[in-house]
């Protein structure tokens, strides 16, 4: 077995925190933490107990503020579920609950203002350590709220009239708990409450502008993280515990995608924990990626992230200028269309302009299933050549080309599916990708691969009937691969160009989300 940490640099910026970002930068961390496991989650336990268990994973949260703190971290970001784990019931998790009053409504400092609440004593201690270290942090929490709910009254109460929820708080470096966010998609944790309404939360840094919140599986959703997206927000924090699945859903592949597609900063923090396949966390922008992602059979560690990064915040970056040239600027953060790009014309031509003339080849292709989707694939049978394969009126075409040194027998297949997935989760889909199969039987097409030896030249293509296309590709051994082009031509169309593979391809992908057609 492998014994490497892939801790990786694409296209530019370095990890190592160097000032090699042009224009306002700052310096973000992100800690994905090997957590300290209830036995028995299951099982009631005393307030006592349960702030003793999480005293454990707080007394690493410390020694990592200490460690990002010197290393320059503005910002550091803690993992999903970090300080109480998962699988409990909603009664075993009472003991680790702690009520979290709403920042918009009152300023508290938990760590000079102690006394203030009872059962406040991991958020006092999380206040202190962002005072000591002197960096804004993010962690993840367990709140109690009492029902009526105080922001919204009239939601109706749960069974036991209590609401808990899975939740974000951030804290000033002067220890101010700043925002707080509660998780929207749960994920098998009926012991958290579905907050009433979606919750779009930000903050506000000096140093940095303006960042938004999700938690986990929100990134999949519309609601908060694309409404944040559509508000403008361009950096968002994204605590994580994520199960990974190849070939199109592990975790860095997909923040990966999410960061290109939608083009903000996502600050990525996962568990770290073997048995649940959690692993996969960065710092990525639209121009960098600065990630870590374990092996199998590596022994299981914690890993801290730290990375120089440019400010996106637009008003942020105005702001900075305008201080020294004093020029009027519009001072809007609104909207901004063309994150997920613009729709020129109704009726762009199909196949796309890109390839056209080229003849497609959409002969033998069969059904298998990729990530519980009945995919419909071709075979890529040669060493180079155009494949087309629809699903429906929906078509991903293909031109690819294997270097001539490279020979491999691997076997490569182009996949296509439109429509709702419906295993762990509710979600309307148009995918286009182009995948290294299990084995040469083409029935493996689809099943889990994480190595190849085989390089390809590619151009993938399809016109979605969505503009929320995130892209990705995925090299041997979890690298990430910056597309050498990704570009929204028009109209939904899209076109991810990519070739000089630093490493044989495993997956590239074009992951198109039909938010629209999700079930509300
Ligand atoms: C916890 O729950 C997850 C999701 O339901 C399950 O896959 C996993 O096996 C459970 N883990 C433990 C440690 O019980
Ligand atoms: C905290 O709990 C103690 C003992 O139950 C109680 O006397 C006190 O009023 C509580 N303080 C607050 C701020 O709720
Ligand atoms: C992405 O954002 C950068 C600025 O941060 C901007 O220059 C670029 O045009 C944007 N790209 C797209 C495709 O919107
Ligand atoms: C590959 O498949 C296409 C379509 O079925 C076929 O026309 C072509 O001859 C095949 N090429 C090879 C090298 O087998
Ligand atoms: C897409 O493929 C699936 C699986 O073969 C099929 O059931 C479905 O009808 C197809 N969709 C369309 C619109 O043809
Ligand atoms: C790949 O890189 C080599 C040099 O490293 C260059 O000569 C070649 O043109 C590149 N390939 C493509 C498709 O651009």
């Not at 990630?291 to 914690?302: L, M, N, R, V």
């Not at 995130?470 to 082009?485: F, G, R, T």
């Amino acid at each position: 077995m492998f014994s490497f940490v892939f801790l990786v640099t694409i296209f530019g910026f370095t990890s190592a925190v160097k000032d090699s970002v042009v224009g306002p930068s700052y310096v973000a961390a992100v800690y994905e933490h090997n957590i300290i496991l209830n036995p028995d989650p299951g099982v009631p336990l005393s307030r006592a107990d349960a702030l003793r268990h999480m005293n454990l994973n707080l007394d690493i949260y410390e020694r990592q503020a200490a460690k990002a703190s010197q290393q320059g971290a503005q910002i550091l970001v803690f993992p999903e579920n970090g300080l109480q784990g998962f699988n409990f019931s909603r009664l075993s998790v009472a003991g680790y609950l702690e009520p979290t009053p709403d920042p918009q409504r009152e300023k508290w400092n938990p760590c000079t203002e102690p006394g203030k609440y009872n059962n406040t004593e991991v958020l006092n201690r999380l206040s202190c350590m962002a005072r000591r270290y002197n960096l804004y942090l993010v962690a993840n929490v367990a709140d109690l709220q009492p029902c009526p709910l105080p922001t919204d009254p009239s939601a109706v109460c749960p069974t036991d009239l209590r609401w808990q929820f899975n939740t974000n708080v951030v804290f000033s470096s002067e220890g101010l708990l700043v925002a707080r966010y509660h998780k929207y998609n749960l994920y098998y944790e009926d012991y958290f409450d579905t907050p009433p309404q979606p919750e779009i939360i930000t903050f506000d840094t000096p140093f940095a502008g303006r960042f938004g919140l999700l938690i986990c599986f929100d990134l999949l959703f519309y609601n908060p993280t694309v409404a944040l997206v559509e508000k403008g927000v361009r950096q968002l924090i994204f605590p994580t515990a994520w199960m990974n699945q190849l070939p199109l859903l592990d975790s860095i592949q997909y923040q990966r995608a999410f960061s290109l597609g939608a083009n903000v900063t996502l600050l990525a923090s996962n568990i770290r924990h073997d048995k649940l396949i959690m692993t996969g966390s960065g710092i990525y922008t639209p121009f960098s990626a600065t990630y870590h992602h374990a092996k199998e059979g590596e022994p299981e560690k914690d890993e801290l992230l730290v990375a120089r990064v440019p400010v996106l915040d637009p008003l942020w970056v105005e702001k900075s200028i305008t201080k020294e040239e004093e020029v009027q600027v519009d001072n809007s953060r609104s909207s901004t269309p063309e994150e997920f790009g613009y729709c020129h014309k109704k009726n762009s031509p199909d196949p796309p302009s890109e390839t056209a003339g080229s003849v497609y080849s959409s002969a033998d292709t069969f059904i298998s299933t990729m990530m519980y989707d009945p995919f419909t694939f071709a075979l890529l049978n040669d060493t180079e050549g155009n494949l087309k394969v629809c699903n429906g009126s929906f078509c991903c075409y293909l031109q690819y080309r294997q270097p001539p040194q490279e020979s491999s027998k691997e076997l490569f297949a182009l996949g296509v599916f439109s429509g709702m997935h419906r295993v762990n989760g509710l979600y309307a889909l148009q995918i286009c990708a182009l995948v290294r199969c299990g084995g040469l039987d083409p029935f493996s097409c689809g099943q889990q691969v994480d190595e190849s030896e085989s390089k390809l030249d590619f151009v993938l293509e399809a016109k979605f009937g969505t503009k929320y296309v995130y892209p990705s590709v995925l090299a041997s051994n979890m690298v990430l691969e910056q597309p050498k082009n990704f570009e929204r031509t028009a109209c939904g169309r899209v076109t991810l160009k990519h070739y000089n593979m630093t490493a044989g391809l495993v997956t590239a992908c074009l992951y198109g989300r039909m938010y629209h057609l999700d079930k509300k």
